[in-house]
Nanobody, 122 residues
């Protein structure tokens, strides 16, 4: 059974940090790129960050560049998203997703986690 399980969300004050984790199982993890998306109430799901399979190519949305860092550990089938200098606008449900190749849009991803809530208070 394919599973992506996010953890690490919570409530934090503006300026604080959180580290999200995505644990994968049920598929060949190193063959899949991993993306982090977020969705706030009333808003569309947006891509936050992406990391490729073996060459560790990364992408960050302009709104998080310089504050968020994505990394992966293929031996442990995990991806982390370190989020620093958090702002109230970062509040959302964060999802990790796995896709082959260099997926960009949500529909290009094959597997999704259930999401973890991040709330940043002002």
């Amino acid at each position: 059974e394919v599973q992506l399980v996010e953890s690490g969300g919570g409530l934090v004050e503006a300026g604080g940090s959180l580290r999200l984790a995505c644990a994968a199982s049920g598929f060949t993890f190193e063959d899949y790129a991993i993306g982090w998306f977020r969705q706030a109430p009333g808003k569309e799901r947006e891509g936050v960050s992406f990391i490729s399979t073996r060459d560790d190519t990364t992408y960050y949305a302009a709104s998080v560049k310089g504050r968020f860092t994505i990394s992966r550990d293929n031996a442990k089938s995990t991806v982390a998203l370190q989020m620093n200098s958090l702002e109230p606008e970062d509040s959302a449900v964060y999802y990790c997703a796995a896709g082959e190749g260099y997926p960009v849009q949500p529909y290009e991803y094959d597997y999704w986690g259930q999401g973890t809530q991040v709330t940043v208070s002002s």
